[in-house]
């Protein structure tokens, strides 16, 4: 009988789900609360301040957020000491009743995440996308059914999945490679905004040897 033991999920896409622990109380209220709040898309609110993490009141967050990005770097294996990833930007997101995020991607960064500020169970989650061409068991040519999952930690659910969906809770954060397609879902509950704390990354040091070496500063 062929189980998960006898498969390799060869060429995956990491995605990290941890838990970076209590925020201060005067923290999560300040950025829930006293920070400005524009509706630059339609469908959500966003922090005019697109670096909230350098906020002084953000200093200890920042950290929290610092030290799991390093952790799922260290799990990946990158090589921190050559390579040194940093924060670049970060920004609130608060959705009200029945407001949604489009299906995009991060451009000019490496590693995104979001973090979250309360239990989304009954607002809206995050929906990951496969992308267009993105080959992981059958070709887009030929659209193979599947059975129902009932189990989602199944790992056969993540080869023929076009979407995962996460329900985080809270002080959830969420960690994935930057060209990872994503959108948040309506927030479903007429009361309760969705707040969440997303940020991006880029690195500084040399890549590469030889020929193929290069300096970024």
Not at 10 to 28: K, M, Q
Not at 188 to 202: C, I, K, Q
Request: aromatic share 10%; with cysteine.
């Amino acid at each position: 009988m062929i189980t998960d033991q006898n498969v390799l999920p060869l060429f995956a896409i990491p995605l990290c789900r941890t838990n970076i622990g209590a925020v201060s109380e005067d923290t999560e209220h300040y950025l829930k609360q006293k920070i400005e709040y524009t509706q630059q898309r339609q469908n959500s609110h966003n922090s005019k301040n697109l670096n909230i993490l350098d906020d002084p009141k953000c200093v200890q967050l920042k950290q929290q957020i610092h030290t799991q990005l390093m952790d799922f770097l260290h799990y990946l294996d990158v090589n921190t000491d050559q390579q040194q990833f940093y924060i670049t930007t970060s920004w609130m997101n608060k959705y009200s009743a029945q407001q949604t995020s489009h299906e995009h991607y991060h451009s000019n960064s490496l590693i995104s995440g979001v973090l979250y500020f309360d239990d989304c169970e009954e607002t809206a989650g995050v929906t990951f996308h496969k992308r267009q061409g993105w080959d992981n068991l059958f070709q887009d040519t030929v659209n193979v059914d599947h059975n129902p999952v009932t189990d989602q930690n199944k790992m056969s659910y993540v080869y023929h999945h076009r979407t995962i969906t996460i329900q985080p809770s809270r002080w959830d954060l969420i960690l994935f490679p930057s060209v990872l397609n994503h959108s948040v879902p309506a927030n479903l509950h007429p009361d309760r905004e969705r707040y969440s704390l997303a940020f991006n990354s880029f690195l500084k040091g040399h890549v590469g040897d030889s020929g193929s070496r290069l300096e970024i500063n």
